[in-house]
């Protein structure tokens, strides 16, 4: 009988769940940056390579402000388009039922 070596076991990281992770107390413009970097942060340690992650990123904040600027304009039309959405029930243009 072969006897095969065991393969190498990956080391299993434990993250927490976004509930707490996030202030669910904050608003959709608070949270969404702090989701877009938990992800990000989330998917680069998988990767398992520091330095290629830190020459992705580079050394200066221009990635940090780039992701910045993204998730608050992206956060600011998902408020838009929430408000658009209530306005179209209140309206009638759009129906709705509640507790389903």
């Known amino acids: 009988m072969a006897v ?23 608003t959709a413009r608070d949270r969404t940056p702090r989701l877009c970097g938990w ?6 340690a998988r990767s398992g390579d520091p330095v290629a992650t830190a020459e992705y990123l ?3 904040d221009a990635f940090d ?3 910045t600027d993204f998730c608050e304009r992206y956060a600011d039309q ?3 388009d929430y408000e658009e959405f209530v306005r179209a029930i209140r ?3 759009l129906e709705a039922v509640e507790g389903v």
């Open 39 to 44: 992800t990000l942060a989330r998917a680069l």
């Open 4 to 26: 095969k070596a065991a393969a190498p076991r990956s080391r299993r990281i434990s993250y927490p769940s976004l509930d707490e992770r996030l202030d669910q107390g904050r």
């Open 78 to 80: 998902n408020e838009q």
């Open 91 to 93: 309206s009638g243009r």
């Open 65 to 67: 402000q780039s992701i």
């Open 58 to 60: 580079g050394g200066d």
